[in-house]
Antibody, heavy 113, light 110 residues
């Protein structure tokens, strides 16, 4: 069975940092570009970042460029998102996903003082 | 980054047909098609159709996706109460080097 399980969310003060992780199982991880997509409370889906199959290419939404870093460990079937200089507007549920494939359950990140 | 355009709400009667639309441009929907996602309140999104308009296994045959130029469509026939949800379209944008999403359509089954 296909699973994506995110972890690492929580409450952090503005300016702080968090590292999100996503464990993948049940499918061939290296067949997919992987993404982080976020959803603020009551709002729509917003693409955050992507990494290609082997981690050599990445891209970011303008709103997170320079603050967030995406990476993957194919040996462990893991996806990561390092988030620095967090802002109130980064508050959202963060989904690990292939977009046109599996989606995780999401992990909530709350940025508040 | 610019997004795709979806109507905020669509409604249809029980056992009737509803069509949801998603309009982009030649860099996204017009280039590679769109993915359709369904999201029930409090749950993660679920893929309903791929960019080639095919359905994942387990998705009802009442759903069909299509594309004409820069507009993708999702048609749901025989509407059921469980179809009431938010529907999002998404596409890779070659110009932005980013995935873009529509703002979502809330489908109400009357």
């Amino acid at each position: 069975e296909v699973h994506l399980v995110e972890s690492g969310g929580g409450l952090v003060q503005p300016g702080g940092s968090l590292r999100l992780s996503c464990a993948a199982s049940g499918f061939t991880f290296t067949n997919h570009w992987m993404h982080w997509v976020r959803q603020a409370p009551g709002k729509g889906l917003v693409w955050v970042s992507r990494v290609d199959n082997y981690g050599s290419g990445t891209s970011y939404a303008d709103s997170v460029k320079g603050r967030f870093t995406i990476s993957r460990d194919n040996a462990k079937n893991m996806l990561f998102l390092e988030m620095n200089s967090l802002r109130d507007e980064d508050t959202a549920v963060y989904y690990c996903t292939a977009i046109d494939g599996p989606w995780g359950q999401g992990t909530l990140v709350t940025v508040s003082s | 980054q610019a997004g795709l355009t979806q109507p905020p709400s669509v409604s249809g009667g029980l056992r009737q047909t509803a069509t949801l639309t998603c309009t982009g441009d030649s860099d996204n929907v017009g280039h590679q098609g769109a993915v359709w996602l369904q999201q029930h309140q409090g749950h993660p999104p679920k893929v309903l159709s791929y960019r080639d308009n095919s359905r994942p296994s387990g998705i009802s045959g009442r759903l069909s996706a299509s594309r004409s130029g820069k507009t993708a469509s999702l048609t749901i026939t025989g509407l059921q109460p469980e179809d009431e949800a938010d529907y999002f379209c998404s596409a890779w944008d070659n110009g932005l080097n980013a995935w873009v999403f529509g703002g979502g359509t809330k489908l109400t089954v009357l």
